[in-house]
């Protein structure tokens, strides 16, 4: 499929923790097929890196730093970004947090970081955002889920806590903006080969547990394996996908 069908020329699209791993990807596909990206999140340094890439495509870039626990943050972002381009036609809401703490160890600093960051925050942005998707009379979210918010894993109580909010948010929101042809979806994936999930990749036995038993794909999820949903959910070929949550888990949950 060409970068013309999926129709994102010149559309702009929001990227949340866009400097590294599972959302530089995504930033970076979305500019290869047509899309101008602001870049969200905190680490002004890395996301300049990729701005600088989606420069080097023809497109146009905006690094926004965000403190995405922060609502104020959040909607300034919004306001700065419309104004900045003019329209709003895509959120992909990829940043979260995540411990890998057993339930009777977790702490209240823990437990309000993730949902302040892949919980509260996500919702914020998608409300700051909203509001200026819904007088334009289009829009898509897509917010990052994950396996973890349908199927339970040990020590990631709070993530999956989280994760499973995301998802039913992502009904509700879409059932509420459906009316104003805004889409709101989810894309779940399972584990992702990334920096910041090493620690779990790591673990002594993990790999040949997850694979082995869990993955009838036989491998495990890498950023760009994410691409092809997210392109979708942002184009207009998925005008008529409401409130869906796409498993992207190489099959994990259909055990």
Same mark, same amino acid.
Request: with cysteine; glycine share 10%.
């Given at each position: 499929?060409?970068?013309?069908?999926?129709?994102?020329?010149d559309?702009?699209?929001?990227?949340?923790?866009?400097?590294?791993?599972?959302?530089?990807?995504?930033?970076l596909?979305?500019?290869?097929?047509?899309?101008?990206?602001?870049?969200?999140?905190?680490?002004?340094?890395?996301?300049? !890196?990729?701005?600088?890439?989606i420069?080097? +495509? $023809?497109?146009?870039?905006? #690094? =926004?730093?965000t403190?995405?626990?922060? @609502?104020?943050?959040?909607?300034?972002?919004?306001?700065?970004?419309?104004?900045?381009?003019?329209?709003?036609?895509?959120?992909?809401?990829?940043?979260?947090?995540?411990?890998?703490?057993?339930?009777?160890?977790?702490t209240?600093?823990?437990?309000?970081?993730?949902l302040?960051?892949?919980?509260?925050?996500?919702?914020?942005?998608?409300?700051?955002?909203?509001?200026?998707?819904?007088? !334009?009379?289009?829009?898509?979210?897509?917010? +990052? $889920?994950s396996?973890?918010? #349908? =199927?339970?894993?040990?020590?990631?109580s @709070?993530?999956?806590?989280?994760?499973?909010?995301?998802?039913?948010?992502?009904?509700?929101?879409?059932?509420?903006?459906?009316?104003?042809?805004?889409?709101?979806?989810?894309?779940?994936?399972?584990?992702?080969?990334?920096?910041?999930?090493?620690?779990?990749?790591?673990?002594?036995?993990?790999?040949?547990?997850?694979?082995?038993?869990?993955?009838?794909?036989?491998?495990?999820?890498?950023?760009?394996?994410?691409?092809?949903?997210? +392109?979708?959910?942002?184009?207009?070929?998925?005008?008529?996908?409401?409130?869906?949550?796409?498993?992207?888990?190489?099959?994990?949950?259909?055990?």
């Amino acid at each position: 499929m060409s970068p013309s069908s999926f129709g994102l020329e010149d559309q702009v699209a929001i990227v949340t923790g866009a400097s590294q791993g599972i959302g530089r990807v995504l930033a970076l596909a979305l500019a290869e097929h047509g899309a101008h990206v602001a870049l969200v999140g905190l680490n002004v340094d890395r996301a300049e !890196q990729v701005k600088a890439e989606i420069e080097a +495509l $023809g497109r146009k870039s905006l #690094v =926004v730093q965000t403190d995405l626990a922060q @609502v104020s943050q959040i909607r300034a972002m919004a306001d700065r970004v419309h104004s900045h381009f003019g329209r709003i036609d895509v959120l992909v809401n990829n940043a979260d947090w995540t411990g890998t703490t057993p339930a009777v160890d977790v702490t209240e600093e823990e437990w309000d970081r993730t949902l302040d960051i892949s919980l509260k925050g996500l919702f914020f942005a998608c409300q700051s955002v909203a509001r200026v998707m819904i007088p !334009q009379g289009h829009g898509k979210i897509i917010n +990052l $889920g994950s396996t973890f918010g #349908v =199927v339970g894993f040990g020590d990631k109580s @709070v993530y999956a806590a989280a994760k499973a909010g995301v998802h039913h948010l992502t009904r509700v929101l879409a059932l509420e903006w459906a009316p104003h042809q805004i889409n709101v979806n989810a894309v779940a994936p399972c584990i992702t080969e990334t920096a910041s999930r090493q620690n779990i990749l790591e673990r002594p036995g993990y790999k040949e547990w997850a694979i082995g038993k869990m993955l009838p794909i036989g491998r495990w999820n890498q950023p760009e394996d994410l691409v092809g949903a997210v +392109l979708f959910l942002s184009s207009h070929l998925s005008d008529m996908v409401v409130g869906h949550i796409l498993m992207v888990d190489g099959g994990w949950t259909i055990h």
